[in-house]
């Protein structure tokens, strides 16, 4: 197995890693992309999301609105760490969510330009990790392709489907005092913990192909001291939703108006469906992707080297051989597609 590791992509991969693009500072990493694609002889567009944050939309020459165009996020979650290699596995942040992944790509369109096939684009976008800012903005720039390949870790399967996902913050506020005479304040925690509880122990509707609806409250904070009732009190709850985005905030809802305190909706997008490409395993995940948020017509394949499992943990990584045969499979998906449109 070893005679199939593809250096040029494991090369490509570590020195995108040891490009660091934490969400909000992906500058450097758009400038080396952009620079890439013009290597290629693409036609690349710069495209401001937010202050000195930029999209990378690069066309094959002469189809500005490709039929097809691969897509995948340049941002990493923090913290940085840089590229290490052994015989096996890349690792470093972003090694597979998603810089193993875009070098993939990366290659992928190089082999596409040789062989002379231009009707397609790649779109590299910021802010994924965390409010989508990047795939809202991309919309502004029309594209509208008949296939669209998101490159996110798969393990190798077409995901049909992809549960939504809901954020929210929940505050709660108090009336600070002596705790030995709570009778004179409000405590800020107890109806907050009250909530969050209701919300934990809630049986969300499960649904058939998309699996389990799961709660995570994911911080909390709140009060000052033991002897102090607390004034004000704060969880974020991230639910990924597997039947309905909507059903799940008019629950939300309701508990919170309950026990009177405030949510605000910090993320919403529903459970999504994608394509299937014939001769391709599928599978199911549970991570939300930009998908739901780029508007288009077209069909949307979902498919990518490396497992979530290892993305976001201290141990990012992904395998050698399994990129190299990213590239091959990236470069099949697009004959397959655009051929078939002819
Ligand atoms: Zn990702």
């Known amino acids: 197995m070893k005679n199939q590791i593809d250096q040029q992509v494991v090369d490509l991969a570590q ?117 989508h800012l990047g795939i809202l903005a991309a919309n502004q720039l029309k594209l509208t392709p008949d296939y669209l390949i998101v490159g996110e870790p798969t393990e190798n399967s077409l995901i049909l489907r992809e549960k939504g996902s809901v954020k929210v913050k929940l505050t709660s506020q108090g009336r600070s005092c002596h705790s030995g005479y709570p009778q004179y304040g409000a405590s800020a925690i107890n109806p907050l913990v009250s909530a969050l509880k209701e919300l934990i122990d809630y049986p969300w509707p499960k649904d058939q192909e998309r699996g389990e609806t799961t709660l995570n409250v994911g911080t909390i904070q709140g009060g000052v001291a033991a002897n102090v009732l607390a004034e004000q009190a704060e969880a974020v ?3 990924r939703v597997s039947h309905s985005a909507s059903e799940v905030l008019a629950v939300i809802d309701q508990i919170t108006k309950q026990h009177e305190i405030e949510y605000q909706t910090i993320l919403n997008s529903a459970p999504f469906s994608m394509d299937r490409l014939e001769g391709m395993p599928t599978g199911v995940v549970s991570f939300a992707t930009d998908i739901p948020h780029f508007i288009h017509s077209g069909k949307t394949y979902l498919w990518g080297p490396g497992s979530i499992m290892h993305a976001h943990t201290a141990e990012e990584k992904i395998g050698k051989e399994e990129i190299s045969q990213a590239v091959k499979t990236y470069i099949e998906m697009a004959k397959k597609l655009l051929i078939s449109t002819d």
């Not at 400038?31 to 202050?51: D, P």
């Not at 597979?96 to 040789?114: H, N, R």
Request: net charge negative; proline share 4%.
């Open 15 to 131: 020195q995108m890693i040891n490009i660091p693009s934490i969400t909000g500072d992906e500058m450097a990493m758009g400038e080396f992309l952009a620079n890439y694609f013009r290597q290629l002889g693409m036609v690349v567009t710069k495209q401001e999301a937010a202050t000195n944050r930029f999209n990378i939309f690069a066309h094959g020459e002469g189809h500005p609105n490709p039929s097809l165009i691969f897509n995948s996020h340049m941002d990493t979650v923090p913290p940085y760490f840089s590229a290490r290699e052994d015989s096996e596995w890349i690792y470093g942040r972003g090694a597979c969510d998603t810089k193993g992944i875009m070098a993939a790509i990366l290659v992928a369109a190089q082999q596409l330009i040789e062989e002379r096939i231009t009707d397609f684009g790649v779109l590299l976008v910021v802010g994924e990790e965390v409010n």
């Open 237 to 239: 709850v991230m639910i």
